[in-house]
């Protein structure tokens, strides 16, 4: 089993920054895809992107260019930053491995093996 925790939500200014962290604990798989998520109310849960053991990265295009994937091994911890936030940006934010297997150019969140709670991203004008 995978614990997943997610941590660095809150609330922001239109153009402004937030860092998100998911810690990962327990069973530490050789090869994983560590993804992020995103759900507004009254939508589908999205893919934002993903970082995989290889360090490949997977960006929605609605990101791009404002968001930045990253991981630390030795921590266990993968990253989000997020810049230049926008009101579209509001959501519910989960992160979630996908075990055994490589980051897909499509981030499919059925595909996902373990989740963590969400954490709050609110960006208002």
């Known amino acids: 089993q995978v614990q997943l925790v997610e941590s660095g939500g809150g609330s922001v200014e239109v153009g402004g920054s937030l860092r998100l962290s998911c810690a990962a604990s327990g069973y530490t798989p050789g090869i994983y895809c560590m993804g992020w998520f995103r759900q507004a109310p009254g939508k589908e849960r999205e893919g934002v992107a993903a970082i995989g053991r290889d360090g490949v990265t997977r960006y929605a295009d609605s990101v791009k260019g404002r968001f930045t994937i990253s991981q630390s091994n030795a921590e266990n911890t993968a990253y989000l930053q997020m810049n230049s936030l926008k009101p579209e940006d509001t959501a519910m934010y989960y992160c979630?491995?996908?075990?055994?297997?490589?980051?897909?150019?499509?981030?499919?969140?059925?595909?996902?093996?373990?989740w963590g709670q969400g954490t709050q991203v609110t960006v208002s004008s």
């Open positions: 979630a491995e996908m075990v055994w297997q490589l980051c897909p150019s499509q981030l499919v969140h059925s595909n996902f093996d373990y």
